[in-house]
């Protein structure tokens, strides 16, 4: 065992280890399980900030156990405070070198379920589900699986990046459009256009209990993609008022709202919605979604596209160990417009995968889908029938730390396939931003 030599800035030694020197720096040698030792008497005797700086000198330790335990320690001490940024970072640092280290799997759970984040919750339990729990640990975790109905009463999140994008208004690359009368020329807003914008993702939410089992569930959302040319500024706003309440061994959530699309400073679309949701375990490792929806669209530029749109959809998510996991997803809409050109059918499959190497999570995602029109339109020489694609691959980097965030990149590809040539496009972009560390 490698001897740890610590500088504590105490006016008083820790009972029964021997000190040097004088005034009011105390230099300490010993052992790492003696410094360990020392650190518990410390806290016993409520002297917590020469604890913490005995534990952050043994995260430097050569020893894997010395190093994890110590963090461990350190985590619950922010998590006794309610700091729960530190105490999530403490716990992936050893999560990112003792991936099997199930206990701090599920307190990081724990945290992340503080700070609102139940799905990460749910899937680092899944994923300490996934290994092998002893008895004491699998307790807890089928008692907090338990506890996450009783979640935080309010919570919100936000994402920024920056967002380089090959056709920002996913258009033609063609500078004609055939139909039935001849071509006719494209102008620049019609053709793929490049750019650098701002993405911006957040939500709120507001949760009233109602009951032990039941409560009222208050959102509201806005999302965003901001470019210097305003005139493909796209931007979604949305709130939703509903009940959480038991349903077929999982939570349901029925909710009424509203939604509003704007696009290049113009309201494009408003539209009131009715949603289904409900989740559920399938086993200790995986997760089944599933949901309905309904909305009533007026398009404020074009009233033949007003009309109501139905959609479905189930997920099913698997850890399939304590560092990776996958999730697949189904899903129809059909869209009931006034001129049955604008009437539409669509069928999607997406699937997601992710796999953490050390500190380094790389994710990867595709998913295709097929859209046909019920008529033609009269302009155009068919009806529209469409095969889209996308594919994306990112990567964090939880070496990389700031204030509790890490950087993320991801890039992707889409490419849509149409026999109207304005609706055949394909578009390289990309995601630069930053990620909570844990």
């Known amino acids: 065992m490698l001897e740890a030599l610590v500088l504590a800035l105490a006016a008083a030694p820790v009972p029964d280890q021997p000190v040097q020197g004088s005034g009011e720096d105390i230099e300490i040698a010993a052992t790492s399980r003696e410094l360990l030792a020392m650190a518990t008497r410390a806290v016993l005797a409520q002297q917590e900030d020469l604890a913490i700086t005995m534990l952050e000198a043994l995260t430097k330790d050569p020893e894997l156990a010395i190093r994890n335990e110590a963090r461990f320690r350190l985590a ?4 006794r405070h309610r700091d729960w940024m530190r105490a999530g970072l403490y716990l992936r640092a050893i999560l990112d070198e003792e991936p099997t280290a199930q206990r701090a799997r ?31 640990v699998a307790r807890v975790v089928e008692r907090f699986s338990a506890a996450l109905r009783d979640r935080k009463p ?54 009233l209990q109602l009951s032990s089992a039941t409560s009222l569930l208050a959102r509201a959302g806005f999302s965003g993609n901001f470019y210097r040319t305003s005139r493909f500024d796209d931007m979604v706003g949305f709130a939703s008022l509903g009940p959480e309440f038991p ?44 949901g309905l929806g309904y909305a009533r669209t007026d398009n404020r530029l074009n009233d033949s596209q007003d009309g109501d749109e139905f959609s479905a ?29 604008y009437s539409l059918a669509s069928l999607q499959l997406s699937a997601t995968g992710w796999r953490e190497f050390g500190s380094t999570t790389l994710f990867a995602s595709a998913s295709y889908q097929h859209l046909e029109a019920d008529e033609r339109l009269a302009i155009y020489p068919e009806r529209r029938r469409e095969d889209f694609a996308r594919v994306s691959l990112g990567i964090t980097n939880r070496k990389i730390e700031w204030q509790g965030f890490s950087p993320l990149v991801r890039v992707a590809f889409e490419k849509n396939w149409s026999p109207i040539e304005v609706y055949s496009f394909d578009r390289w972009s990309g995601e630069f931003g930053v990620v909570r560390a844990f």
């Not at 959809?313 to 809409?333: D, K, N, P, Q």
């Open 247 to 290: 349903f077929r061994r999982g939570r349901a959530n029925l909710s009424l709202g509203a939604r509003r699309r704007w696009f290049g400073g113009e309201t494009y679309a408003d539209a009131l919605t009715a949603n289904f949701d409900w989740q559920g375990a399938a086993g200790p490792r995986a997760q089944i979604r599933a």
């Open 313 to 341: 959809f189930a997920s099913y998510e698997r850890a399939l160990s304590t560092r990776s996991g996958v999730s697949v997803t189904i899903g129809g809409m059909r869209q009931l417009a006034k001129d049955p050109a």
């Open 154 to 207: 309010v919570g919100a999140t936000l994402q920024l990046a920056i967002a380089p994008d090959s056709n920002v208004n996913r258009a033609t690359r063609s500078d004609t459009l055939g139909t039935v009368i001849g071509d006719f020329d494209l102008d620049e807003d019609a053709q793929e256009t490049s750019g650098i914008g701002l993405s911006v993702k957040t939500e709120a939410y507001y949760r």
């Open 106 to 136: 599920v307190e990081l759970a724990r945290v992340q379920a503080e700070l609102g984040d139940h799905e990460a919750a749910r899937r680092s339990l899944r994923e300490a589900q996934a290994g092998e729990l002893p008895p004491n």
């Open 76 to 79: 619950m001490l922010a998590m």
